[in-house]
């Protein structure tokens, strides 16, 4: 069985920094993307960064240059560090992986979030 936990949010100021892991674990046969989407108050969850298979990886332009996504490969685990946060940044932040787990087809896995809160 899947499972993708994550850690690592809290409160900050706004200007603050804060680093989010999520740990994958189960049978897992290979990846085709992992990341991170979020999800604030009355909102759609938005894809916030994403490292596809191969190394490429994407972000939301409202986080371009201040957000930076980075995998452990060893760990199966995947980060994200915020730098320059803003209030509007406040969100429940998921972790996602597409992957294959043992000989099954791809398909989506989630965390169960970890909330972000920043203060202006």
């Known amino acids: 069985q899947v499972q993708l936990v994550e850690s690592g949010g809290g409160l900050v100021q706004a200007g603050g920094s804060l680093r989010l892991s999520c740990e994958i674990s189960g049978s897992i046969s290979s990846y085709n993307a992992m990341g991170w989407y979020r999800q604030a108050p009355e909102k759609q969850r938005e894809l916030v960064a994403v490292?596809?298979?191969?190394?490429?990886?994407k972000y939301a332009d409202s986080v371009k240059g201040r957000f930076t996504i980075a995998r452990a490969n060893a760990k199966n685990t995947v980060y994200l560090q915020m730098n320059s946060l803003k209030p509007e940044d406040t969100a429940v932040y998921y972790c996602?992986?597409?992957?294959?787990?043992?000989?099954?087809?791809?398909?989506?896995?989630w965390g169960r979030g970890t909330q972000v809160t920043v203060s202006s």
């Open positions: 490292i596809i298979s191969g190394g490429s990886t």
């Open positions: 996602y992986a597409d992957l294959h787990s043992g000989w099954n087809p791809s398909r989506e896995y």
